[in-house]
């Protein structure tokens, strides 16, 4: 059985957060297990309470646990890690083994503002598709999305159902807008109160903030603003060390 070594220079509260993540990732705390209470953590490695909440409050900050009042600590789901690529959320989430779906929550023409024209690259006062869904994966609420499209690219846009479907998939079969390029802007913030109510989220609970402009053929196809739920989504990407000109 693993133990903490004393005379280690590494801090005895990181030594159980690595024992209890060693444990979560063979498995022998499962996801949604519940791990040991902190007496009995603190009897088996010979720690104060002190110590073991300090390793038991990094893993809950890290989200690889999460409490429930008046129950105790359990092993979390693990992060998603969130697609830095241009991929929509459909196939995203089919490629993890997942069943992705969606809801409806605002589908209108606007006009568009000086900002939503500078950002899609057309004239202010241009007619575009809004389309707000409710993301889901495995029935479970992870991003409302925000798209905006201008009418002159998809003209009968709004005569389709979206139901459980990329849009994505759609603008490239029936209009040819195949998004072959993208910027991507990444904020955290703390969800709204509606925001939070769709996301199961509670109230002041935080969220990715993602504004994404998609391109096909150059021309910018796509606005949009996705709120995604950070308690299930992480980022991950390779860092290289750049070139050194000598």
Not at 59 to 78: D, I, N, Q
Not at 98 to 122: F, T
């Amino acid at each position: 059985m693993a133990h903490i070594d004393p005379d280690s220079p590494v801090p005895k509260y990181f030594q159980l957060r690595e024992i209890l993540l060693d444990l979560i990732d063979s498995d022998e705390l499962s996801i949604g297990a519940a791990i040991p209470s902190e007496r009995e953590l603190c009897q088996r490695f010979g720690l104060s309470r002190m110590t073991v909440r300090q390793a038991v409050d990094h893993l809950v900050s890290e989200g690889r646990l999460h409490r429930v009042p008046g129950k105790g600590t359990f092993v979390a789901r693990p992060k998603i890690e969130l697609a830095l690529q241009l991929t929509s959320f459909t196939d995203d989430m089919r490629a993890r083994g997942m069943e992705p779906g969606s809801r409806d929550l605002d589908r209108r023409i606007v006009r568009a503002s000086a900002h939503l024209a500078k950002e899609l690259g057309i004239a202010p006062g241009e007619e575009v598709h809004f389309i707000e869904r409710l993301r889901t994966a495995d029935g479970e609420p992870l991003s409302i999305e925000r798209a905006h499209i201008p009418v002159r690219l998809a003209p009968d846009l709004a005569e389709h159902d979206l139901s459980g479907r990329s849009l994505y998939a759609l603008l490239e079969s029936r209009y040819g807008l195949v998004m072959d390029a993208g910027e991507l802007t990444i904020d955290g913030g703390i969800a709204d109160p509606s925001d939070a109510d769709l996301l199961k989220l509670p109230r002041g609970g935080a969220v990715l903030l993602l504004q994404r402009r998609s391109f096909s053929g150059g021309v910018c196809a796509e606005l949009g603003v996705s709120t995604y739920r950070a308690d299930r989504y992480q980022l991950r990407t390779v860092l290289e060390m750049p070139v050194r000109r000598s």
